[in-house]
């Protein structure tokens, strides 16, 4: 599968410069064009990566990854003509893995990505142990935000892995709703419990995606609790 990056940058003609010059590479490259809908265009691409400027109409670089971080991990590399220290604080202390700034050469923008994708996915990435939750032969990967069963697999935004993942730490008990609320809780937003409504939906969407229907059982007043209706690995 080709990685694909998503590149957030109000330069038209810099944004189809890095476009081009990183698709010679074999990665999918998508440019950002409504700096009002980066998230939509987020949740549409999936990006394994995120090259994002700092100045952008209506909110900076800044915001926008604080808004990503709530729901994935994958990297991102600002690029910016800002050169203080204090902005390379702060777009680290907001969610980024690098700063580069600007004017840089192509390459160099090429070598931190394919460094940041090696960190997140590939070699480097395998030497750490890594988490994984199994139910019945369902599988769960929070640090890859990504769902498995048999020979298919879903990504998950940051929410749907977090509910996922209590829901099968709590397996076969019930998962209360203000345990799940907790858990989606952070210092940015507050959280209703129709946020946790629509994530449920959600949740019980990706698994009809791989394959598992009714997989999440509603417990009147009281949560959630997954529910096994599917055969073993094994058996698929």
Not at 168 to 193: C, F, I, N, T
Request: hydrophobic share 35%.
């Amino acid at each position: 599968m080709q990685q694909k990056i998503m590149i957030v940058e109000d330069d038209p003609k810099l944004a189809e410069h890095l476009k081009t010059h990183i698709e010679k590479y074999g990665y999918t490259v998508s440019n950002v064009i409504d700096f009002d809908r980066v998230m939509d265009e987020f949740h549409q691409i999936q990006p394994h990566l995120v090259l994002l400027d700092i100045n952008l109409p209506s909110y900076d670089g800044y915001f926008w990854c604080r808004q990503i971080r709530k729901e994935s991990v994958c990297p991102v590399i600002f690029l910016s003509a800002r050169i203080g220290e204090m902005d390379q604080v702060l777009a680290l202390e907001n969610g980024a893995d690098d700063y580069i700034t600007k004017p840089f050469h192509p390459e160099l923008v090429m070598a931190k990505i394919r460094s940041q994708l090696r960190r997140a996915y590939g070699e480097y990435a395998t030497r750490a142990a890594e988490r994984v939750l199994e139910v019945s032969g369902l599988k769960l990967l929070p640090e890859r935000l990504e769902l498995t069963f048999g020979t298919k697999t879903v990504s998950l935004s940051k929410n749907e892995s977090d509910i996922m993942e209590s829901l099968m730490e709590r397996y076969p008990r019930v998962a209360g709703r203000e345990d799940l609320l907790e858990k989606l809780w952070d210092d940015q937003s507050y959280v209703d419990e129709n946020t946790l409504n629509v994530n449920i939906t959600r949740v019980r969407k990706k698994l009809q995606e791989i394959g598992i229907h009714e997989g999440v059982e509603t417990v009147r007043g009281v949560g959630y609790r997954l529910y096994v209706t599917w055969p073993k690995e094994e058996e698929v």
